[in-house]
């Protein structure tokens, strides 16, 4: 018995760093799921015993204790998986060494399997999504956005109704055209193994200095973000955006050990991306996630003009002149024949 489904990655707006317990946030998040960047997975129950994982046709067994430590996880609300081996069959819709995290992706992906063949099997799932929410949450925090498409909330917090730690939910406020097809282009600058991962830079946060004023800091941008999202204030959004972004670097440069992530690069496409926006008024804005990649994010109305902008001043400044062309997308598509 098998399963197959397709998971976007997803891009936050306003991040989330820092945890708590088994994968609860310490801080609201929201985040534009992505379409290109994605992972097929195709996950089969075995009658023999262990955990096999391919991946782009090839068997690959240091993923296998990552696998194995997400059944661990889920064992307690699927005691059923147990039962099986399971064979795993797994591909990344974008370059392998990109430096873009496949966690999010490919644990969606994995964690939508799951709840896929918990159904066949004819056990009980109330709410099929955010059941593969919960799941993929265990399997690496961010991933639990995106089991949905569009804007998707992570995190208790008032000013979104029905926001949970356990889980990410839609978000189901007013939102402007011109949110729901914003392209986001992802400038590669370094793609190696990052110096330090993300499940460092949050453990970080448990003693961080600032931690109490930055959590209250992502529950207030939350708020903030609703009338921006409403209205489609571009302004609003990319000065919001932004200072999200080097917040999160600015929270790794003052942590103890401190640390850098950024690159050089990193810093040349940031100042061009602002120095065109105020020369040319075109709503060109940034983000970053925990690397040194830069998330260049428009309306789809100015791709021609972003897409120049990227060849003439971005592509210099990328390893090898690569950058992935991404937008907002639907959420995750089952493969199943
Ligand atoms: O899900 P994790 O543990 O890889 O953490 C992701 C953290 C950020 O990408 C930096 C922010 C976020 O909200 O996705």
Redesign the pocket.
């Known amino acids: 018995m098998k399963s197959s489904f397709r998971a976007p990655s ?3 707006l306003v ?3 820092g ?1 708590y317990g088994v994968q609860l946030p310490s801080n609201p ?1 929201v ?1 534009f799921t992505l379409d290109a960047c994605a992972t097929e997975t195709t996950l089969e129950l075995t009658e023999a015993a262990g955990i096999s994982v391919v991946l782009d046709g090839v068997d690959t067994p240091s993923f296998v204790p990552k696998v194995a430590q997400f059944v661990e996880r889920i064992a307690d609300r699927h005691p059923w998986i147990l039962r099986y081996g399971l064979r795993v069959n797994t591909h990344n819709t974008f370059p392998h060494s990109s430096g873009i ?1 496949s ?2 992706s490919g644990m969606s992906a994995l964690a939508l399997c799951v709840v896929d063949l918990a159904a066949k099997l004819g056990h009980e799932v109330a709410d099929p999504r955010q059941e593969a929410s919960v799941l993929a949450r265990l399997g ?4 639990c956005r995106s089991v949905y498409g569009g804007l998707v909330v992570w995190g208790e917090t008032p000013s979104v109704d029905r926001s949970s730690q356990d889980f990410g939910v839609p978000y189901a406020d007013a939102v402007h055209e011109v949110f729901r097809t914003y392209r986001d282009t992802v400038a590669l600058v370094d793609v190696g193994q990052k110096a330090v991962s ?2 460092a830079g ?1 453990q970080l946060m448990e003693a961080h200095p600032f931690r109490e004023q930055r959590f209250a800091q992502a529950h207030g941008h939350l708020a903030a973000l609703k009338p921006i999202l409403a209205a489609g204030d571009l302004d609003a959004f990319m000065e919001l955006v932004e200072l999200e972004a080097l917040t ?1 670097h600015g929270l790794m440069m003052s942590s103890q050990p401190s640390y850098i992530l950024m690159r050089p690069n990193t810093l040349h496409i940031i100042e061009a991306i602002r120095a065109y926006r105020r020369e040319s008024g075109v709503p060109i804005s940034f983000t970053l ?2 690397g040194a990649n830069v998330h260049i994010l428009y309306p789809a109305a100015f791709e021609q003009t972003a897409r120049s902008f990227v060849e003439d001043q971005v592509k210099p400044w990328c390893k090898d002149g690569r950058t992935i062309a991404d937008r907002v997308g639907q959420g995750p598509v089952s493969l199943q024949q």
Do not use: F, M, V
């Open positions: 997803n891009i936050a991040k989330y760093w945890k998040s985040s995290a966690s999010a690496s925090g961010s991933a993300s499940t949050h999160l996630d925990a």
